[in-house]
């Protein structure tokens, strides 16, 4: 089975410092591969996502990630924060099924940016 | 569109008590999934659906058990609530390309 490890619980930036969230995984295949972000007392908003193709992926919100195959690692970037984006982020996985794909969430790594 | 909507949005519960939590959503999407979400654990999957009349269990599905309606909807019913379900459940559906989409969470207390 799939697994995803997220190895920051909490990490502290600077507003307009840029920004590096860990993820790997775990699959004997490339994975569909995603990272959703959540507000205080929200629900989950996908901010990317990773099928086949470029390994580079923009997102919402200035946010990038690029799928590294040979490390199982797909790192969300962001070169310069902003107040806002303080929030917990969840890297996915998704196992390919024929339509029937089940996705696996890391613990999550909350931001705190200060000023 | 309202996408996915949950009710309700917070409920307290004793220890025994049932309830059910409804989940529905507008995008005709076929699969829909329930989460429970608990600190330090991410979220994890209690049950899905994958299409209309058929579901499966995740991977924490004790003390839950669910119904497919229709297609816009996925109701969670706890038939004997206990303290460990105390959790926030969030509902979600699956859009095309398996990205899926989150209702606002229902936040679940049992004394």
């Known amino acids: 089975a799939q697994s995803v490890t997220q190895p920051d619980i909490h990490i502290t930036v600077s507003e307009g410092a840029s920004l590096e969230l860990r993820c790997n995984y775990s699959?004997?295949?490339?994975?569909?591969l995603f990272w959703y972000v959540q507000s205080p007392g929200q629900g989950l908003q996908l901010l990317l996502k990773?099928?086949?193709?470029?390994?580079l992926v923009q997102g919402i919100k200035g946010f990038e990630a690029e799928f590294k195959r040979s490390q199982s690692s797909f790192n969300l970037r962001k070169p310069s924060v902003h107040w806002s984006d303080a929030a917990e982020y969840f890297c996915?996985?998704?196992?390919?099924?024929?339509?029937?794909?089940?996705?696996?969430f890391g613990t999550g790594t909350r931001l705190t940016i200060i000023p | 569109n309202a996408g996915v909507t949950q009710t309700p949005k917070f409920q307290v519960l004793k220890t025994g008590q049932s309830m059910t939590l409804q989940c529905a959503q507008d995008?005709?999407?076929?699969?829909m999934y329930w989460y429970r979400q608990d600190p330090g654990m991410g979220l994890r999957l209690i049950y899905y659906?994958?299409?209309?009349?058929?579901?499966d269990k995740g991977e924490v599905p004790n003390g839950y058990n669910v119904s497919r309606l229709n297609k816009r909807e996925f109701s969670l019913r706890l038939e004997s609530a206990a303290p460990s379900q105390t959790s926030v459940y969030f509902c979600?559906?699956?859009?095309?390309?398996?990205?899926?989409?989150f209702g606002p969470g229902t936040r679940l207390t049992v004394l």
């Open positions: 979600a559906s699956r859009g095309r390309l398996t990205e899926q989409f």
């Open positions: 995008m005709n999407h076929n699969s």
């Open positions: 996915a996985v998704g196992v390919p099924n024929f339509g029937n794909e089940k996705l696996t």
């Open positions: 659906s994958a299409s209309e009349g058929t579901t």
């Open positions: 699959y004997g295949a490339t994975p569909y």
């Open positions: 990773y099928f086949s193709g470029d390994t």
